[in-house]
């Protein structure tokens, strides 16, 4: 299956909010809510921000929020702090028990 | 608490396989599968495949297809994927993490480097 669609780089300022989109097709963002974001900072293993597409694991601030439309998953950071500077990868269900990752988004904080 | 431990950094050669452990600790290690995932330097998390701990069963990205093995030794808690014939284009650091609505707990990861 083809990776997920995210733009290669957003940009906010503090305070500000930003939205990765994430698109995929029918098969996998639009046919299933199993919609995940990942945050990974350099040389470290990536942490779950947010699952089934708007739920947020416990300790994860609730700046991070997540929503779907049709085939498209999106990530909202409201209220930008220098520490959501980081890559961030979506991740759906793609039928069949496979996933698929999209190419992740850099943020930058300026 | 719930902790992924991997094994440490390997150095191969082309052709040759690695077999990367993944022991969990903290939960019922039959109750959630491990999913593999990889990443190579400097590129975006690529997903492997998965095993389902309380049977065994496999998943296999048809990217590996005839490549790369998954099993598990329950009695140590521990999930293993070994990736054979390997090419340069394969170093890269491989996380395990447990999948359960989410992939809310990965391994450190384990560097690979294929190079002759």
């Known amino acids: 299956q083809s990776a997920l669609t995210q733009p290669r780089s957003v940009s906010g300022s503090p305070g500000q909010s930003v939205t990765i989109s994430c698109t995929g097709t029918?098969?996998?963002?639009?046919?299933?809510?199993?919609v995940s974001w990942y945050q990974q900072h350099p040389g470290k293993a990536p942490k779950v921000m947010i699952y089934d597409v708007n739920k947020r694991p416990s300790g994860v601030p609730d700046r991070f929020s997540g929503s779907k439309s049709g085939n498209t998953g999106s990530l909202t950071i409201s209220g930008l702090q220098a520490e959501d500077e980081a890559e961030y990868y979506c991740?759906?269900?793609?039928?069949?028990?496979?996933?698929?990752f999209g190419g992740g988004t850099k943020l930058t904080v300026l | 608490q719930v902790q992924l431990v991997q094994s440490g950094t390997e150095v191969k050669k082309p052709g040759a396989s690695v077999k990367v452990s993944c022991t969990a600790s903290?939960?019922?290690?039959?109750?959630?599968?491990i999913i593999w995932v990889r990443q190579a330097p400097g590129q975006g998390l690529v997903w492997m495949g998965w095993?389902?701990?309380?049977?065994?069963?496999?998943k296999c990205s048809q990217e590996f297809q005839g490549r790369l093995t998954f099993t598990t030794d329950t009695s140590a808690n521990t999930a293993y994927m070994e990736l054979s014939s390997l090419r340069p284009e394969d170093t890269a650091v491989y996380y395990c993490a447990r999948n359960g609505g989410g992939l809310h707990f990965w391994g450190q990861g384990t560097l690979v480097t294929v190079s002759s």
């Open positions: 029918s098969s996998d963002i639009g046919g299933y809510d199993f």
């Open positions: 095993v389902t701990t309380a049977n065994g069963n496999t």
């Open positions: 903290g939960y019922t290690f039959t109750s959630y599968e």
């Open positions: 991740c759906s269900y793609a039928g069949s028990n496979t996933l698929v």
